[in-house]
């Protein structure tokens, strides 16, 4: 099953995706950005797109990369990805149905009060790219193909867990993770974990060349 989490920057789709990771059996996280990265790479940059989701290859592979890793891997997929239109939609959600796989949607939704000050504590400003496209998502989302709004003003990454659970029937394993843990995560790792290995990594908020050693699942 693939677990689509969509919603507008700033509105916790990286966060909810590997905090519900952490808390689902048997289940990888699928970054779509890597595949937009490795189309840049291989293509001269007067080609490129100020979106990489407008470049057909990049749906195309998407598409083609989540199909195949359904057929071999029996566990969830999640998928921390905004999906800008609803074309887009169609052409990697709809495509997957229509394979016959199961694809489960939710969109992470809050107010553009709430998504500025979410993307400001992440060093985003309100003239960053992100924040420009705020009134541009919020409007996308309110076309019923997206389904499953989950109004999240106000909610821990806890309570937005339990109503993805809720929402599509999940069994979740308890959170063990100390307080310390959970600041450490929360505060340095929400952005910035693709895999499930050990890993160094240097927090951008401090000027110190302070490093921390860890293994985000263990």
């Known amino acids: 099953m693939i677990l689509w989490i969509n919603g507008a920057f700033g509105s ?4 909810t995706a590997y ?3 952490r808390r689902l059996e048997n289940s990888f996280v699928y970054d779509p950005e890597q595949v937009g990265y ?18 057909p290859l990049w749906r195309e592979w998407n598409v083609r990369l989540l ?19 609803a ?3 169609q052409d990697i959600i709809g495509a997957l149905r229509a394979m016959g796989i199961p ?34 998502r919020i409007k ?5 193909i997206f389904e499953n709004p989950l109004e999240t003003d106000g ?6 867990l339990d109503k993805i659970a809720a929402l599509f029937t999940l069994a979740l394993l308890p959170d063990r993770r100390s307080a310390l843990r959970r600041f450490i995560d929360h505060k340095f790792f929400k952005h910035g974990i693709f895999d499930d290995a050990c890993f160094i990594i240097k927090p951008k908020r401090l000027s110190a060349p302070v490093f921390f050693i860890d293994c985000p699942f263990d």
């Open 12 to 15: 916790g789709k990286t966060t």
């Open 19 to 21: 905090s519900l990771h």
């Open 38 to 55: 490795t189309i840049r790479k291989l293509q001269p940059k007067t080609l490129h797109t100020g979106d990489f989701q407008h470049e």
């Open 67 to 85: 199909s195949d890793l359904s057929s071999r891997f029996d566990g969830y997929i999640i998928v921390p990805q905004t999906l800008v239109r």
């Open 87 to 89: 074309q887009y939609y």
């Open 103 to 136: 694809v489960r949607h939710v969109v992470l939704s809050a107010s553009k009060d709430e998504l500025l000050r979410r993307l400001r504590g992440r060093g985003d400003g309100k003239n960053s790219w992100a924040a420009r496209q705020i009134d541009e």
């Open 140 to 144: 996308t989302f309110q076309d019923p």
């Open 155 to 160: 909610m821990s990454t806890d309570q937005i």
